[in-house]
């Protein structure tokens, strides 16, 4: 159920999740901190009167992101029950420090 897959393509990590239950209205998808934390799906029995507190349909997903991915260019889309997570990798360029001398 929910099975994620992750690849590296150089410039960007890429996440497949697979949601088929999910429509595209009922997904969230929310970063925070170096989280994507993924949701939907639709709760048949609101009102817990079902065994189960929770339906098989509803999901949550938390990914933690690698600490070069971009945060605020993360991006998502769904396509034919996947949803795919791009996040691309900050572009690190090494500079020099100034050093400053105090007396």
Known sequence: MNDLRMHDSGSEYVYELDVPTAEA???????????VTVSGG????????????????VFSRRIVLPVDADLCQVRAVLNDGVLELHAPKYGHVPRRLVLERRS
Do not use: I, Y
């Open 42 to 57: 639709v709760d048949r029995d609101p009102e817990f009167f079902g065994k189960s507190g929770r339906s098989p349909s």
């Open 25 to 35: 209205d009922t997904l969230v998808a929310e970063v925070r901190d170096a989280c």
